[in-house]
T-cell receptor
Framework: DVKVTQSSRYLVKRTGEKVFLECVQDMDHENMFWYRQDPGLGLRLIYF???????EKGDIPEGYSVSREKKERFSLILESASTNQTSMYLCASSLPRGSNTEAFFGQGTRLTVV | GENVEQHPSTLSVQEGDSAVIKCTYS??????FPWYKQELGKRPQLIID?????GEKKDQRIAVTLNKTAKHFSLHITETQPEDSAVYFCAASIISSASKIIFGSGTRLSIRP
C-alpha cells in the first residue's frame, strides 16, 4: 500500500510564527503536491514538485514556500503564519505517467493560526 | 492554467435513485480526469478515472463520461446507497513528467433513506 504520511494531524500556531508541515511518501513517486482544503472551495493547489529540488507554483502560492531535498519528502513552509492560513492542508503524491497515475493523499493537517 | 468547475455544490437524492455530478475544464491539453471521494474525516480516495482516448468508463454502479469537444466530464452513480454519502471531487491533469492536478470545488452528496 502507498503511504503518504503528514507529520501532524493538528497544529496550533501563533500569528507571525514560521510553520513547517512535513510530508513523506514511501512509493518512490516523482510528483508531490500540497493543497489546502476550505469549505466550498475544494482542493486548491499551493505548490507541486515533480523532482528533487524542482517546484512549481500552484494557484495560491502567496505566503507559502516549499522544499524538496529528498524524493520522499516534501515540506510546506508558512514564512509568517497569518489567521487566513487557518485551514486543512493535504499532501499528495503520484507517478507522472504510466498505467497508474492515481494521486494518494496524506491524512491531512488541520492548522489553526491564532 | 487549468481551471476546473464542478456542479452542483450540494446534491441530495433518494436512496436507490441516480446522482450525476458535472465538471468542465479549460485546458484542451488535459488528458486525464480522475474522480475522488472524501468521506467525513477521511482523506480523498480515487474512485474512478478516465483518459482522453476513452469516452466512457464503468465500474459497477459508477460511470464517468467524457466529451472532449465540449470539455465536459461527468460522474454517474446509479442505485445510490447510504455509503455513497460523501464529498466528490473531479480533477484534470496532463499525463507527463511535470503536471499539476487541478481539482474542482467539490460536491457534497447526501443520500436520503
Amino acid at each position: 500500500d502507498v503511504k503518504v504520511t503528514q507529520s501532524s494531524r493538528y497544529l496550533v500556531k501563533r500569528t507571525g510564527e514560521k510553520v513547517f508541515l512535513e510530508c513523506v511518501q514511501d512509493m518512490d513517486h516523482e510528483n508531490m503536491f500540497w493543497y489546502r482544503q476550505d469549505p466550498g472551495l475544494g482542493l486548491r493547489l499551493i505548490y507541486f514538485s515533480y523532482d528533487v529540488k524542482m517546484k512549481e507554483k500552484g494557484d495560491i502560492p502567496e505566503g507559502y514556500s516549499v522544499s524538496r531535498e529528498k524524493k520522499e519528502r516534501f515540506s510546506l513552509i508558512l514564512e509568517s503564519a497569518s489567521t487566513n492560513q487557518t485551514s486543512m492542508y493535504l499532501c499528495a503524491s503520484s507517478l507522472p505517467r504510466g498505467s497508474n497515475t492515481e494521486a494518494f493523499f496524506g491524512q491531512g493537517t488541520r492548522l489553526t493560526v491564532v | 492554467g487549468e481551471n476546473v468547475e464542478q456542479h452542483p455544490s450540494t446534491l441530495s437524492v433518494q436512496e436507490g435513485d441516480s446522482a450525476v455530478i458535472k465538471c468542465t475544464y479549460s485546458d484542451s491539453a488535459s488528458n486525464y480526469f480522475p474522480w475522488y471521494k472524501q468521506e467525513l474525516g477521511k482523506r480523498p480516495q480515487l474512485i474512478i478515472d478516465i483518459r482522453s482516448n476513452v469516452g466512457e468508463k464503468k465500474d459497477q454502479r459508477i460511470a464517468v463520461t467524457l466529451n472532449k469537444t465540449a470539455k465536459h466530464f461527468s460522474l454517474h452513480i446509479t442505485e445510490t446507497q447510504p455509503e455513497d454519502s460523501a464529498v466528490y471531487f473531479c480533477a484534470a491533469s496532463i499525463i507527463s513528467s511535470a503536471s499539476k492536478i487541478i481539482f474542482g470545488s467539490g460536491t457534497r452528496l447526501s443520500i436520503r433513506p
